[in-house]
């Protein structure tokens, strides 16, 4: 019985570990409250209606959200690169289902995973800060 108690506590231990590097690079975004509504009759969420598109939307989050439709659901994810401080260039700019910053280093998120795409620097480890969505309707409400 000894012997199972010391087994499990082992495991358990093993199995708790973290991803130190993970943490110490995804420390840039701010834990920034967000619940917003978003009509998809109005005529700036029009594009929502298509699978494959997304919008932006500025003054919420940490540098905006961007909302899209993968066809299978509505995703948001913060706006922010998440792999630099938040600033005038680190937010992403649409185009469909990925985003890109405009800080001159070709980073590019894909919006149904927020995972980097092509990513070749092993220092860009941070995904996308990703927020809930719950669809009613013809509404929206996204919210963390």
């Given at each position: 019985?000894?012997?199972?108690?010391?087994?499990?506590?082992?495991?358990l231990f093993l199995g708790c570990s973290s991803n130190t590097?993970?943490?110490?690079?995804?420390?840039?975004?701010?834990?920034?409250?967000?619940?917003?509504?978003?009509?998809?009759?109005?005529?700036?969420?029009?594009?929502?209606?298509?699978?494959?598109?997304?919008?932006?939307?500025?003054?919420?989050?940490?540098?905006?959200?961007?909302?899209?439709?993968?066809?299978?659901?509505?995703?948001?994810?913060?706006?922010?690169?998440?792999?630099?401080?938040?600033?005038?260039?680190?937010?992403?700019?649409?185009?469909?289902?990925?985003?890109?910053?405009?800080?001159?280093?070709?980073?590019?998120?894909?919006?149904?995973?927020?995972?980097?795409?092509?990513?070749?620097?092993?220092?860009?480890?941070?995904?996308?800060?990703?927020?809930?969505?719950?669809?009613?309707g013809n509404s929206l409400t996204i919210y963390n």
């Amino acid at each position: 019985m000894k012997s199972l108690f010391v087994l499990m506590f082992t495991l358990l231990f093993l199995g708790c570990s973290s991803n130190t590097v993970r943490n110490e690079n995804c420390n840039f975004l701010l834990d920034i409250n967000v619940n917003i509504n978003i009509n998809l009759s109005l005529p700036q969420y029009s594009t929502l209606g298509f699978v494959g598109n997304s919008i932006y939307i500025s003054g919420v989050g940490n540098n905006g959200v961007i909302v899209a439709n993968t066809g299978s659901s509505f995703m948001a994810w913060d706006a922010s690169d998440p792999n630099y401080v938040p600033g005038s260039c680190s937010a992403l700019v649409p185009n469909g289902l990925f985003g890109t910053n405009d800080c001159g280093n070709g980073n590019t998120y894909n919006f149904v995973t927020g995972e980097i795409s092509d990513n070749d620097d092993p220092t860009l480890v941070c995904a996308l800060k990703n927020y809930r969505v719950q669809q009613n309707g013809n509404s929206l409400t996204i919210y963390n």
